[in-house]
């Protein structure tokens, strides 16, 4: 790039540079460039500086403590939330995670879903019974459902490995095992569900303590005389150049 396209360049920021200057000291070149009124420039911008400091302190201080109020109050409902959803699921579990499929059977955590032309519906895990048997065309599923009722499912060998039906059968009685398991200590954990969404409710202790660090932070602020002193310091300088230029500062 030739000189007069560095010129170019940079003309635009010079000139917004001499424009802050002039606006920052008002009343005229001379006040605002010169030498001889470094001193009362720096009044000014120490006056400035002074209340500027202690502004963004106290904003600072109050953001963080109104932060903290919402802070503590977003973790008070999410571990309510929580709670809840503990409650509600131990309440009633429904179907629970997805585990496994083969065919007409979906196998859940707590049930077993069946879809056949002769039955559709989920079976609760911890009330059936599950046996099967294989020949070298088919491997048969008999289910016992909780009324004593038995489905039979079929998967033609061609379609379906033996080896894959087994190892399926295996997981519905493991799932079964857990899911028994589940039912008998459920009334128990029920109850501590409960128990804990009710002290999740009562403890608002942070959510407390945040709120009377706002009050205690919104008061010293409020009794904080230094802010006020600064500002009067600072329309003292506006006078004092407002004397010395005619002109009055922003």
Same mark, same amino acid.
């Given at each position: 790039?030739?000189?007069?396209?560095?010129?170019?360049?940079?003309?635009?920021?010079?000139?917004?540079?001499?424009?802050?200057?002039?606006?920052?000291?008002?009343?005229?070149?001379?006040?605002?460039?010169?030498?001889?009124?470094?001193? #009362? *420039?720096?009044?000014? $911008?120490? +006056?400035? %500086? !002074?209340? @500027?400091?202690?502004? =963004?302190? &106290?904003?600072?201080?109050? /953001?963080? #403590? *109104?932060?903290?109020? $919402?802070? +503590?109050? %977003? !973790?008070? @409902?999410?571990?309510? =939330?929580? &709670?809840?959803?503990?409650? /509600?699921?131990?309440?009633?579990?429904?179907?629970?995670?997805?585990?496994?499929?083969?065919?007409?059977?979906?196998?859940?955590?707590?049930?077993? /879903?069946?879809?056949?032309?002769?039955?559709?519906?989920?079976?609760?895990?911890?009330?059936?019974?599950?046996?099967?048997?294989?020949?070298?065309? /088919?491997?048969?599923?008999?289910?016992?459902?909780?009324?004593?009722?038995?489905?039979?499912?079929?998967?033609?060998?061609?379609?379906?490995?033996?080896?894959?039906?087994?190892?399926?059968?295996?997981?519905?009685?493991?799932?079964?095992?857990?899911?028994?398991?589940?039912?008998?200590?459920?009334?128990?954990?029920?109850?501590?569900?409960?128990?804990?969404?009710?002290?999740?409710?009562?403890?608002?202790?942070?959510?407390?303590?945040?709120?009377?660090?706002?009050?205690?932070?919104?008061?010293?602020?409020?009794?904080?005389?230094?802010?006020?002193?600064?500002?009067?310091?600072?329309?003292?300088?506006?006078?004092?150049?407002?004397?010395?230029?005619?002109?009055?500062?922003?």
């Amino acid at each position: 790039m030739n000189a007069w396209g560095w010129i170019l360049l940079l003309a635009p920021a010079a000139a917004a540079a001499v424009g802050r200057q002039l606006y920052r000291y008002p009343g005229g070149w001379k006040f605002a460039f010169a030498p001889d009124y470094d001193g #009362a *420039r720096s009044d000014l $911008d120490s +006056a400035r %500086s !002074a209340v @500027r400091g202690l502004e =963004r302190a &106290a904003q600072k201080e109050l /953001a963080d #403590a *109104r932060g903290a109020v $919402d802070a +503590a109050a %977003s !973790a008070y @409902r999410r571990r309510v =939330r929580n &709670a809840e959803e503990r409650v /509600a699921y131990m309440s009633d579990p429904g179907r629970g995670g997805y585990r496994d499929e083969l065919g007409a059977l979906s196998l859940y955590e707590h049930v077993l /879903a069946v879809s056949t032309d002769d039955f559709s519906g989920d079976l609760p895990l911890h009330e059936i019974a599950v046996r099967s048997d294989h020949t070298r065309m /088919a491997s048969h599923l008999y289910l016992v459902g909780p009324d004593g009722r038995q489905h039979l499912v079929t998967y033609a060998a061609a379609d379906i490995a033996e080896e894959r039906v087994r190892k399926f059968v295996v997981d519905v009685h493991n799932a079964i095992a857990a899911a028994k398991s589940f039912q008998l200590d459920r009334p128990a954990r029920l109850r501590q569900a409960k128990a804990d969404l009710h002290q999740a409710e009562n403890d608002t202790s942070e959510h407390e303590k945040a709120r009377l660090r706002l009050e205690e932070v919104t008061a010293r602020q409020n009794a904080d005389l230094r802010i006020s002193a600064a500002r009067q310091d600072l329309a003292a300088a506006h006078d004092r150049w407002q004397e010395l230029t005619g002109r009055r500062p922003h």
